[in-house]
C-alpha cells in the first residue's frame, strides 16, 4: 500500500520539525536552571522522540501501525490556578548571548509546540492513511496540551501575563449569543416526519399493488 503525495511530504516536514524540536530542547536542557521547567523539558523532549520514532517506524513497515501511543493528556489545571490580569509586566526586547535564560527557554519550548500543533493539524488535513492520520492527530493534541503545560507554568511564576477586559465589556459581548430554542427545529423536525409519513405510504401502496 504506497503513500500519496500530499501525506508523503507533510509526514517529512513534519519529522524535519520533530529532528528540530529534539535538537533544540536538547540544547535548552544545557542552560534550564529551574527545576520545575527542567522537569517539563525532559518530558516533553522524551515524548517528541518516542512520537518521532513511532512515525519513522510506520513509514518504514505498516505492521508499526500497532505500535501507537496514546497523545499527551491534558494537564490536571484549574481555573482558579490561572492568574489573570496584568501586574508590572516587564520591558522585552530580543536579546543575544551564548547562553538562553530559563524564561527565554520557556518561551522558546512554548513557540515549538504551537507551532507543531497546527502543523501536525495541517498535515492531517492532506493525509489519506488512516494511521498517518491518527499519529499525526496525536502529536496535534500532544503539542497542544503540553503547550498549555508550558503556559501554566510560566503563567504561575508571572512571566506570561494573561490581560482581560472590564469584565462588564466581556459579559456584554458574550452574552449577545443566546442559545437556540427547542422550538427552533421544529421546521427540521416536521420536515423529517412528513418525508417519513411520505415512505410509509408509498411502502401501504407498493404492498397493495
Request: with cysteine.
Amino acid at each position: 500500500m504506497p503513500f500519496g503525495a500530499h501525506e508523503t511530504m507533510e509526514v517529512h516536514e513534519i519529522l524535519n520539525e520533530k529532528i528540530n524540536l529534539i535538537t533544540h530542547f536538547s540544547l535548552y536542557a544545557e542552560d534550564c536552571q529551574n527545576q520545575q521547567l527542567r522537569q517539563l523539558l525532559d518530558r516533553h523532549l522524551q515524548t517528541a522522540k518516542q512520537s518521532y520514532n513511532q512515525l519513522v517506524a510506520y513509514t518504514h513497515d505498516y505492521s508499526a501501525a500497532g505500535n501507537q501511543s496514546q497523545a499527551y493528556s491534558m494537564p490536571n489545571i484549574q481555573l482558579n490556578q490561572i492568574q489573570y490580569g496584568l501586574d508590572n509586566p516587564k520591558s522585552q526586547m530580543p536579546q543575544t548571548g551564548s547562553k538562553l535564560n530559563d524564561q527565554q527557554i520557556a518561551w522558546a519550548m512554548l513557540s515549538c509546540h504551537k507551532n507543531s500543533a497546527k502543523n501536525h493539524m495541517i498535515a492531517l488535513l492532506e493525509s489519506a492513511d488512516p494511521n498517518v492520520r491518527q499519529m499525526l492527530m496525536n502529536g496535534a493534541i500532544t503539542c497542544a496540551n503540553q503547550a498549555y503545560e508550558v503556559f501554566a507554568l510560566m503563567n504561575q511564576q508571572g512571566q506570561y501575563q494573561v490581560p482581560t477586559m472590564q469584565d462588564h465589556t466581556a459579559k456584554t459581548f458574550l452574552h449577545s449569543y443566546q442559545p437556540i430554542q427547542q422550538n427552533e427545529n421544529e421546521p427540521y423536525r416536521q420536515h423529517q416526519q412528513n418525508q417519513q409519513n411520505q415512505q410509509t405510504q408509498q411502502t401501504q401502496q407498493n404492498a397493495y399493488q
